[in-house]
């Protein structure tokens, strides 16, 4: 099974903006880029929620173009589409992550380190 991703050049300004407009969403990009080229589980995510709300912010941020989401097996693994994004608006995640900073306001996430899978 694989999921629907848009082509690097569909990805749009006002629809990852948008999309990056929410904490929860923002908490997550914040997280993958800390940890970089290794993707992750979505239940590194579940300190944000409900496996059901989780499920829709990830699928905003695969529909945006954001992240790309990858079956495995029962799993689907998470990683930021940064290549294509920096290609596309160069400098605005590094912008976004930067300005999200610590920001005490955003949701806490990785609780669940110790499950972390490397694709």
Do not use: W
């Not at 029962?74 to 608006?89: E, S």
């Amino acid at each position: 099974m694989t999921l629907p991703h848009p082509n690097a050049d569909q990805i749009s300004l006002p629809i990852v903006l948008a999309v990056l407009g929410d904490p929860t969403r923002l908490a997550i990009v914040r997280y993958l880029a800390s940890k970089e080229g290794v993707a992750l589980n979505c239940s590194q995510f579940l300190d944000l929620g409900s496996k059901t709300n989780l499920s829709y912010h990830l699928a905003k941020l695969r529909e945006a173009g954001v992240t790309r989401a990858e079956v495995v097996g029962t799993n689907r693994m998470i990683t930021l589409r940064r290549a294509d994004l920096d290609a596309r608006f160069p400098g605005l995640l590094d912008s976004v992550i930067a300005a999200a900073g610590e920001d005490k306001a955003l949701p806490a996430v990785g609780g669940h380190d110790e499950i972390e899978i490397q694709a």
